[in-house]
């Protein structure tokens, strides 16, 4: 889920919502605050005040360390490593459409059953 939406439901209070709610690290305690991020139900010792908004430990690691882009040489050696293997099998492909249109006799020849056919109509 993106870290800026919330999974609570609309239309129903915080409160409520957390009445009958364990916190998911600690399941004998009761659920104290809802994430804003995950949706997940927290006790008072696993949710945390960050620039006064309330995150529980796992979206409070994913804010603090965002995904690291792939680096630019990388990006261009898969391009390239896709464009190779595009390139290679293209070239199988004329390569055999290449070998089948120079080769009709051997891939038309039907062992001579279609000639006996016609030769023997012939004669009748």
């Not at 916190?23 to 949706?39: I, K, M, Q, S």
């Not at 120079?102 to 030769?119: S, T």
């Amino acid at each position: 889920m993106p870290l800026n939406t919330s999974a609570a439901p609309s239309g129903t209070s915080a409160a409520a919502g957390l009445r009958h709610a364990r916190c998911l690290f600690h399941p004998l305690r009761e659920a104290a605050a809802r994430c804003p991020h995950c949706g997940g139900t927290f006790c008072r010792e696993c949710v945390t005040d960050e620039d006064s908004q309330l995150a529980c430990p796992p979206c409070l690691r994913r804010m603090m360390h965002p995904p690291a882009k792939p680096a630019l040489g990388r990006k261009f050696l898969e391009g390239f490593a896709g464009l190779a293997a595009l390139v290679c099998l293209a070239g199988l492909f004329f390569a055999l459409l290449h070998w089948r249109v120079n080769k009709p006799e051997v891939h038309l020849d039907f062992g001579g059953a279609a000639h006996d056919q016609l030769g023997g109509q012939n004669d009748e």
